[in-house]
């Protein structure tokens, strides 16, 4: 599956859009946010879908854009809530311009994003509009879900995985389905598509807390320990929890119920206490789960081995990333 083609078509359409009109202090943060990188694995879902479903992606590529300025409107706005200074190595958008700057340019992107839709049909573009909106809501709700898990001390493992399925699975499975919708191929083509996303989005994720704590610093992109120093209740730390002793407990609660000058003592003796409790092998364990329970839905495609060889090859792609 040649992912680099569907990047470069996707990009060739984004820079063919003119994102800088007045008043200019609206619209180049959105040129800014929508210029700084990243894989654009999402816009990618939607072409790779749409060329298998109906071999014509290019047909796919509005729907694709509307998925990258939500994501890119989602990155502003978190920025905003997490105050960060810094987004793929360059200045957030609140921190580059002012915070009212930063809250209107994502408004302005949010609904840019729904205007994408009105190049198709009137019954595609329902479609594309109503899955569109169910999984912008659930994006807001895993966002919510994630800052009160903060401040809560009774978050269970299962409580941590609906919110990473709504805060990042359900826009991994829509940007597919989207691809599907535009195709206009079968209903249950279009969902067992989904599925495949919604799976494997939760084994990405799930990578992502791995590597986080014992991923190559070199490979990895972010600072390793970046959820144990922000005390983020993942899986690695919620499993440790319930399988250490209680002295072990304490002495983790303890770690993460604190925020500290200096952090690499915390991270080492965080990621010990993991080790000690087979942590990595678990959620090893877990991510193949999820991946396996990806692939399976490939099985029930009506598409060619051709094309469910593709999909598998790109799952295996993105869960073999940098570990």
């Not at 990188?37 to 298998?52: E, F, H, N, Q, S």
């Not at 839709?117 to 807001?140: G, H, M, N, R, W």
């Not at 002793?245 to 119920?257: A, C, I, P, R, W």
Request: hydrophobic share 40%; proline share 2%; with cysteine.
């Amino acid at each position: 599956m040649d992912i680099l083609h569907y990047q470069q078509q996707f990009l060739g359409y984004l820079e063919s859009k003119n994102w800088i009109k007045e008043p200019k202090n609206l619209y180049e943060p959105v040129d800014y946010i929508l210029q700084l990188g990243g894989k654009r694995i999402r816009p990618v879902l939607t072409l790779m879908a749409a060329d298998i479903f109906s071999k014509d992606y290019q047909k796919a590529l509005p729907a694709a854009l509307a998925v990258e300025v939500f994501h890119n409107f989602t990155l502003v706005h978190d920025d905003i809530m997490d105050d960060a200074p810094l987004r793929r190595g360059k200045a957030t958008v609140h921190e580059k311009w002012d915070l009212n700057t930063g809250i209107l340019s994502g408004d302005a992107m949010l609904i840019l994003a729904y205007k994408y839709f009105e190049d198709y049909e009137p019954i595609v573009f329902q479609k594309l509009a109503k899955l569109f909106s169910k999984t912008a809501l659930e994006v807001c709700d895993g966002q919510q879900l994630d800052v009160d898990f903060e401040t809560r001390d009774d978050v269970t493992i299962d409580a941590y995985m609906n919110m990473i399925r709504l805060k990042t699975s359900v826009l991994v499975a829509a940007a597919l389905k989207m691809g599907a919708i535009v195709s206009e191929t079968s209903e249950e083509n279009a969902n067992l598509i989904y599925d495949f996303g919604l799976n494997l989005g939760l084994a990405f994720q799930l990578q992502d807390d791995y590597l986080d704590a014992f991923g190559d610093p070199e490979t990895f992109g972010k600072q390793i320990g970046g959820d144990i120093i922000e005390n983020k209740k993942t899986y690695l730390y919620l499993k440790a929890l319930e399988l250490s002793d209680e002295e072990t407990s304490q002495k983790l609660k303890f770690f993460y119920q604190n925020k500290f000058s200096e952090n690499n003592s915390k991270i080492e003796e965080v990621k010990r206490i993991f080790e000690i409790n087979d942590i990595p092998l678990l959620i090893s364990q877990e991510i193949r789960t999820f991946t396996d329970k990806a692939f399976d839905n490939l099985d029930k495609m009506n598409i060619t081995k051709e094309n469910k060889d593709k999909l598998r090859s790109f799952g295996t792609w993105l869960m073999n990333r940098i570990v």
